[in-house]
């Protein structure tokens, strides 16, 4: 949302609106296969050319500002907490980098919750590639029929059932619009069902010992 929002800002400086279901198109993708350039779409739709490099500088600090301030979104501590609880291990699969994606669980006090950071680069590419998801399951020791994936972009959702995971799709403000057709469940928040029954709706896949992405 910190992105999206300081886009629509930049946009609204050249007197042009970012429309949101473009934006939501590129939730996910890894580096290179971003299907969208939000720069070359604001130099389309103003008709001017636009100074990438100012425009980034101007951008940069106010989106981190504005990323600092965000919570864990509604239900995720109880989820962290209740696996614990449970003995099941649990992995971080992101088409970011990892440093972005450990910086960001540093600040809010969840890196020590996730065993494994299964993120892109190094040759290793990102949604909707499944490398990052498989991976993450080989690094924890389990079988994808072993783990449940928790994604909220379509992106993510794809490359999470490519690689043989049951996968819920929890859209975000963002991704709500999306097609989440390829999820085995979607849910509205992880508020919305507590972990021990979704464990339940996945009996049988051997979660005895496994992992919640």
């Known amino acids: 949302m910190p992105a999206f929002r300081t886009w629509q800002e930049a946009f609204q400086q050249f007197g042009q609106d970012l429309d949101l279901a473009r934006w939501a198109a590129n939730i996910g993708h890894g580096p290179g296969a971003n299907p969208f350039d939000p720069y070359a ?66 600040r809010l006090r969840l890196r020590d919750a996730f065993k494994v950071l299964s993120c892109a680069g190094n040759g290793v590419p990102g949604k909707p590639a499944p490398d990052v998801y498989r991976r993450a399951v080989e690094s924890l020791g389990l079988l994808p029929s072993e783990a449940i994936a928790l994604d909220d972009s379509a ?54 010992s496994g992992g919640v992405r």
């Open 41 to 106: 779409y604001l130099e389309q739709l103003s008709g001017r050319a636009v100074d990438r490099a100012a425009l980034q500088a101007w951008r940069r600090p106010r989106t981190d500002a504005l990323i600092a301030l965000e919570l864990p979104l509604p239900g995720v501590a109880a989820y962290v907490a209740e696996a614990r609880e449970r003995s099941l291990v649990l992995a971080i699969a992101s088409s970011s980098p990892v440093e972005w994606v450990e910086g960001h669980l540093m």
């Open 155 to 208: 992106t993510g959702v794809a490359a999470a059932s490519a690689a043989g995971l049951f996968v819920v799709a929890v859209p975000n403000q963002i991704t709500a619009g999306l097609d989440f057709g390829l999820a085995d469940l979607v849910l509205p928040s992880l508020a919305a069902m507590p972990l021990a029954d979704l464990l339940a709706r996945v009996a049988g896949t051997s979660l005895g």
